[in-house]
């Protein structure tokens, strides 16, 4: 079964600096895809970052960048320059490559980030 | 920009009732799902809609719920006969395959 671990159920960051949260998965597959989510207080949950695993190049998106580490099933998300707005739960998640119409994602319990001003 | 669109945004029901919520995923999505996040918990997957049937459910969906996409753009879960336990925020989300799934907005079902 794929279960994907977010081991920091919290952390804190100060405004303007940088803070990385940790996520690890676990699967035989070797075609996925993984993401962060990012869940505000009003519990929408937006995309953040994709990262396609047959890609070795680390995806980035503006202020934020992965750390893929295929062999290490590790995956890793960078925030810079850290804003109060990026205040909410992260979820790492996880699609095996579809099967006959599925794309279930796995989630992770989530990680509270706090952003100090 | 194209969105999920959700309805009720919040549902208060007594125990054994039945609801529906309800789903109107983006207008050229093909693939369709329903996620349950019990409060401070993780998002959990209950099922997958494609080809107007089911094409995955989870251990969680089981005969007490039920999908249906009646029309062209609604796509609905009803729960047959509620339990405290279906208490959650109840996620439907939309995508092409290989691409980003999109979430709506969730409603938050509580049962009593």
């Known amino acids: 079964a794929q279960t994907v671990t977010q081991s920091q159920p919290e952390m804190s960051v100060q405004e303007a600096e940088t803070v990385t949260l940790s996520c690890t998965y676990d699967t035989s597959e070797s075609d996925y895809y993984l993401f962060w989510y990012k869940q505000p207080p009003s519990r929408q949950m937006i995309l953040v970052i994709r990262q396609e695993a047959y890609k070795q190049q680390n995806a980035t998106e503006n202020r934020f960048s992965v750390n893929f580490q295929k062999a290490a099933k590790s995956f890793s998300l960078k925030i810079s320059d850290s804003q109060l707005g990026d205040a909410a739960m992260y979820f790492c998640a996880f699609i095996e490559a579809p099967q006959g119409g599925s794309e279930k994602l796995v989630f992770g319990k989530g990680m509270k980030l706090t952003v100090n001003p | 920009e194209p969105e999920v669109t959700q309805t009720p945004s919040h549902q208060v029901t007594q125990m054994g009732q039945e609801v529906i919520l309800r789903c109107v995923p983006i207008?050229?999505?093909?693939?369709f799902y329903w996620y349950r996040q019990i409060l401070g918990q993780k998002v959990e997957f209950l099922v997958s809609?494609?080809?107007?049937?089911?094409?995955?459910k989870s251990e969680i969906f089981d005969d007490q719920f039920s999908v249906e996409r009646p029309d062209g753009s609604n796509f609905t879960l009803k729960i047959r006969s509620t339990k405290l336990e279906d208490s959650a925020m109840y996620f439907c989300a939309s995508n092409l395959l290989y691409n980003e799934q999109f979430f709506g907005p969730g409603t938050r079902l509580t049962v009593l």
């Open positions: 207008s050229n999505h093909l693939y």
């Open positions: 809609f494609y080809n107007n049937e089911i094409s995955e």
